[in-house]
């Protein structure tokens, strides 16, 4: 009688322990695309690229998460890259094609970033 307690033990905790894989609902992926949306939206204000490139990675996991039936947190990942990527990638943009229209803008930066680096 003994023995069979002792292998319906090992049979319950066969079932609840399946050798230690992580569960694949994406759930990590939906808080990965959040923290990055929101990193994203936050930093893209000092630094356009890191803005471009974690609103561009909030999405592809967004998605993918969405994919494999995570919902809240996805959502607001995908959403928050989608708008830190397009405001972002826009200001890059505008700047880029300001720079190139007024010559003056190129000038004061390059006076400003020569006096920070100590050139004359």
């Known amino acids: 009688m003994e023995n069979q307690e002792f292998q319906n033990y090992g049979q319950v905790y066969n079932q609840m322990n399946d050798g230690g894989s992580a569960p694949s609902g994406g759930k990590g992926l939906a808080v ?23 609103g561009i990675a909030a999405i592809v996991m967004g998605a993918i998460a969405k994919k494999k039936g995570q919902r809240g947190m996805a959502t607001a990942g995908l959403i928050l890259g989608i708008i830190a990527t397009v405001i972002y990638a826009g200001a890059w943009i505008f700047t880029i094609i300001y720079a190139s229209t ?5 000038e004061n930066y390059n006076r400003i970033m020569n006096s920070l680096l100590g050139k004359k």
């Open 102 to 106: 007024h010559p003056e803008y190129m």
């Open 32 to 54: 990965a695309s959040l923290v990055l949306g929101i990193v994203g939206a936050v930093m893209g204000c000092c630094f356009y690229i890191v803005g471009i490139g974690c």
